[in-house]
């Protein structure tokens, strides 16, 4: 894509400048890579432009072709075309130069559950990559639906800008199941009315290339049959980050991310259960130094729930009783391998929700990481899991009775189901947040 021109500069002349301008019609291949899948459930890539087969990235559009004789030799050479980009405090960096949508729209987050609350929030983004271009944007529902706002308009001046909108969408009295809300923005572009639909997730790292990777622009929403923990109030303290918050507050509680203040001399009794984020004991010193208060929350009553954790959690030191987390822990990353429960009708299992081996259908990716070896008989394990070929694994999620309160280890890969709105997650979320009397 481009023009052919040629440039003749005099012997002595290290290097020649040529301008040219190069038009890029309407159909050119928007940047992102030559394969991808629908979501993280397809085990495979589909390949959608063969040219770039086996690369690590598809071929560049625009690229120049410098033709060199050297004494009556020809040597040819294509590259990229590229420019310089500001990259402060460290000076700039070379980008090639990639074709982009006039408009990138998206909207987050990309599943949505509806649990607690009948109608849900979303975020709806527009970014323009011309200056001086007017556009709507808005979603399509399904019949019945509402949202609100229902359409936004804006007039960008300059590429690079952004509007973002909070829009709220409220599905139909008693409904349940699975429904979708596209994104759509709308411009006139070039004379010609045109609609965008995708938008971009940016791959930014200073020592690579830059990569963007087409996302389109929907939300999927789904029902989940799990009981509301309105009212319940919850302290999370984050580890290397996650999105068990946002699931926290889907299912009705408040949410409040504890810092250090808040492990030092904060009143944990001000919540109902205190959540340890994963990996959280690996790069929360604060959380280590002030593990104690933790146990000490739970024999008051309190409900501690400590999400998988990697060996600097040492629950023979930091658990209100002594369990192994070695080295090479245990995991299952099989996302369908065979689960067993060990106690029914134990309460973590049988309120409020009856978790089942139906609630461990359609996970992702695997079922847990880092199970504990062997532990205190004051724990209970409350399930078996195991890939092809292990050993059946019990360390995957234990609870045990703390004075008046619970301690919790979960194992169970919940940081990776919640954000793709797996149902039995949710429900399971719900049981181990749930309010209980003394003991139980």
Same mark, same amino acid.
């Given at each position: ?25 309407? %159909? ?17 890539? #589909? ?14 559009d625009l ?109 139909? %009295? ?9 994104a ?13 639909r ?10 690579? =290339? ?5 996302? =389109?622009?929907h ?10 923990l ?5 302290g ?34 001000a919540?109902?259960a205190?959540?340890?984020g ?7 010193? %604060? ?5 104690? #208060? ?27 009783h ?21 106690a ?22 695997q #079922? ?12 209970t394990?409350?399930?078996e899991?195991? %890939? ?11 609870t ?39 003991? #139980?």
């Amino acid at each position: 894509m481009g023009a052919d021109s040629a440039i003749d500069p005099p012997v002595d002349q290290a290097a020649a400048v040529h301008q040219l301008a190069i038009r890029i019609p309407p %159909d050119a291949k928007i940047a992102g890579p030559y394969f991808g899948r629908a979501g993280p459930a397809e085990n495979h890539y #589909r390949v959608t432009d063969s040219a770039g087969l086996h690369l690590p990235w598809r071929k560049p559009d625009l690229r120049a072709r410098v033709d060199l004789r050297v004494d009556g030799a020809e040597i040819s050479r294509t590259v990229a075309v590229t420019g310089s980009v500001p990259r402060l405090p460290h000076g700039s960096i070379t980008r090639r130069v990639d074709v982009l949508p006039a408009l990138a729209v998206s909207v987050s987050p990309a599943v949505r559950v509806v649990a607690a609350a009948k109608e849900v929030e979303v975020v709806l983004r527009v970014e323009s990559n011309l200056p001086d271009v007017s556009a709507e944007a808005g979603l399509e529902l399904p019949t019945g639906w509402t949202a609100s706002p229902p359409s936004i308009r804006h007039h960008f001046r300059s590429r690079g800008e952004v509007v973002e909108t909070v829009v709220t969408i409220t599905p139909p %009295d008693a409904w349940s199941g699975e429904a979708v809300a596209d994104a759509v923005a709308r411009a006139n572009v070039a004379g010609n009315l045109r609609e965008y639909r995708t938008g971009y997730q940016v791959i930014d790292h200073r020592d690579l =290339p830059l990569a963007r990777l087409r996302v =389109p622009a929907h939300t999927a929403i789904r029902s989940v049959a799990a009981a509301s923990l309105d009212g319940v109030v919850v302290g999370y303290a984050m580890g290397v980050g996650d999105e068990v918050p946002a699931a926290i507050e889907a299912l009705g509680a408040s949410v409040h991310l504890l810092d250090e203040s808040d492990l030092t001399g904060g009143d944990l009794d001000a919540y109902d259960a205190v959540v340890i984020g994963t990996r959280a004991y690996a790069v929360r010193r %604060d959380l280590v130094e002030n593990n104690q #208060r933790l146990i000490d929350y739970a024999r008051r009553g309190g409900n501690v729930v400590v999400l998988y954790q990697t060996q600097e959690f040492v629950p023979a030191e930091m658990a209100p009783h002594p369990a192994t987390l070695p080295p090479g822990a245990q995991e299952v990353s099989e996302e369908d391998a065979p689960v067993r429960l060990l106690a029914p009708s134990h309460p973590m299992l049988a309120t409020p929700n009856r978790i089942t081996e139906a609630d461990f259908n359609g996970w992702l990716e695997q #079922r847990g990481s880092k199970f504990f070896a062997d532990w205190d008989p004051a724990y209970t394990p409350l399930v078996e899991i195991h %890939d092809t070929g292990q050993a059946p694994q019990e360390g995957i999620w234990l609870t045990a009775t703390v004075g008046a309160g619970r301690y919790s280890y979960v194992a169970l890969a919940l940081h990776r189901q919640l954000p793709y709105g797996v149902p039995g997650a949710y429900r399971i979320l719900s049981n181990l947040l749930w309010p209980r009397p003394p003991g #139980r």
